[in-house]
């Protein structure tokens, strides 16, 4: 993916560079410097809008929570190369016109086609850089945050037109228009397909419907949904979907939740803690109640062929974790270990159906209740793995908790011996 991104660029350097000629002066470095910037972001925006178009072979080969930074680090980019290409664009042309800065933003602004709803685009563009840092996201609702982000696409569309208006390697070659408006149509085609049309499809070929629900512990709740052929959903354990409940108060959120055990023909579960509004709505949803559900998404799955097992649950982490300990083979029965982390006894969920799984497969199973004080020891550094399990190094790890357990697991499995590719994790925070 990387590769192919890179090679994107290049392409794109390329059109810039044929149709550039000597540079000479002040003025003219300024300009095509300018140009080169708004080239790249304008090849930028449409790597942002791929990487969130929920494309199948990245959502299950690179992650959809590295996807997620790789997004955020992309727009970075992309706001800094459009804040640049103003830049180099107004002072390159005022330098060159022997003017000052202000007047040939006044000329740029009123002069030049569509160069306005692009200034526009701009200050849309630096609105959502400012919502989306983390300062700012940490203070507002997911959902806030999430719709802002959609301001995105309208600055997208506002700023297309003037890429064919004023720049010059668009204005003097057709094949370039041609090749660049094919790239942006597809990347509008994708997102069409794949996050609207899909959901909507699926939603009626397998008509999930909530079946009922069931307490697992006072804040956690399994859902059942009913359903036509999903077992041919093509989920795999660890994976997760973002589910929409057509109710009047919740139609309008989808969140992502693992599956807690892997769909039947008729029946998939997933597990939820309360957490905030939607989540904790969950336990009332009523039986009937249509879902969409859209994925299945996410690569945090087991590797089937690995010999050796460990699998380190924090809270509701378990929920991806239950789904992989009970799909990993019988075959690799003297080597799967399951370590479930709880604050409290009553955080345990899934109590008996993992000791029935661990009785199949002869797997061995802890469970690890109570802060680090009250235990008197750190359970998940690597002297405590290492005695837990014994040729820790040779083992495929997969670890699911809240973020700070998850970073001290990874750490002490690296510090075990683990490689780092043999170390896998999913966080539930994008
Ligand atoms: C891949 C993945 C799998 C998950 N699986 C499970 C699971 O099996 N069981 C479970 O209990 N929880 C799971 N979660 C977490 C769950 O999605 C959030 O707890 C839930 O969305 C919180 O929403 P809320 O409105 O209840 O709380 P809020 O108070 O609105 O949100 C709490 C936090 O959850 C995150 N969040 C909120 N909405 C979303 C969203 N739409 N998409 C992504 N993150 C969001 C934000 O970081 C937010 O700070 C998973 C999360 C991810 C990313």
């Not at 405590?384 to 399990?389: E, I």
Request: glycine share 8%; net charge positive; charged share 15%.
């Amino acid at each position: 993916m990387v590769t192919l991104i890179t090679l994107g660029a290049l392409g794109v350097v390329w059109l810039w560079w044929r149709d550039t000629p000597s540079v000479q002066g002040t003025g003219a470095i300024l300009t095509n410097a300018g140009r080169i910037l708004g080239l790249l972001a304008g090849y930028g925006f449409v790597v942002l809008v791929v990487l969130m178009a929920r494309l199948p072979p990245l959502e299950r080969g690179i992650g959809s929570d590295r996807l997620a930074r790789w997004h955020a680090n992309v727009g970075r980019y992309v706001i800094t190369l459009v804040t640049g290409h103003v830049i180099g664009i107004v002072w390159g042309y005022a330098v060159t016109a022997h003017e000052s800065v202000t007047s040939q933003s006044v000329t740029l602004l009123t002069s030049y086609p569509d160069v306005l709803m692009a200034t526009v685009a701009w200050f849309l563009l630096l609105g959502v850089g400012a919502f989306s840092a983390r300062a700012a996201r940490r203070r507002m609702s997911y959902e806030t945050w999430y719709y802002a982000h959609l301001y995105t696409y309208l600055a997208i569309a506002l700023a297309f037109s003037h890429q064919f208006a004023v720049g010059q390697e668009f204005s003097a070659h057709s094949d370039a228009r041609i090749a660049w408006s094919a790239l942006y149509i597809t990347a509008g085609a994708l997102i069409a397909w794949y996050r609207f049309l899909t959901p909507l499809l699926r939603a009626a070929r397998h008509r999930f419907t909530v079946y009922g629900a069931a307490m697992e512990s006072p804040d956690v709740v399994s859902l059942y949904i009913t359903g036509r052929d999903l077992d041919k959903l093509g989920a795999e354990p660890g994976q997760f979907f973002r589910w929409r409940f057509l109710t009047r108060q919740l139609w309008w959120q989808s969140h992502p939740y693992s599956l807690s055990a892997m769909p039947r023909q008729d029946m998939m579960r997933i597990t939820v803690k309360a957490r905030g509004d939607h989540s904790a709505a969950l336990a009332s949803v009523p039986p009937g109640t249509r879902v969409i559900a859209e994925g299945p998404y996410g690569a945090f799955t087991p590797a089937l062929s690995s010999r050796r097992v460990l699998l380190i649950a924090g809270g509701v982490g378990i929920t991806p974790i239950r789904a992989m300990f009970a799909a990993i083979p019988k075959r690799m029965s003297d080597g799967i270990t399951l370590i479930y982390r709880a604050s409290h006894p009553r955080d345990i969920v899934f109590r008996r159906e993992l000791n029935a799984i661990a009785a199949d497969r002869g797997a061995t199973l802890y469970y690890v209740i109570g802060s680090r004080r009250d235990l008197g020891y750190d359970p998940l550094a690597p002297e405590s793995l290492a005695a837990a399990v014994s040729g820790l190094h040779r083992y495929e790890a997969y670890v699911c908790g809240p973020p700070g357990m998850t970073e001290a697991a990874v750490k002490s499995l690296r510090a075990a011996g683990i490689r780092r590719h043999r170390i896998h994790h999913e966080s539930f925070d994008f």
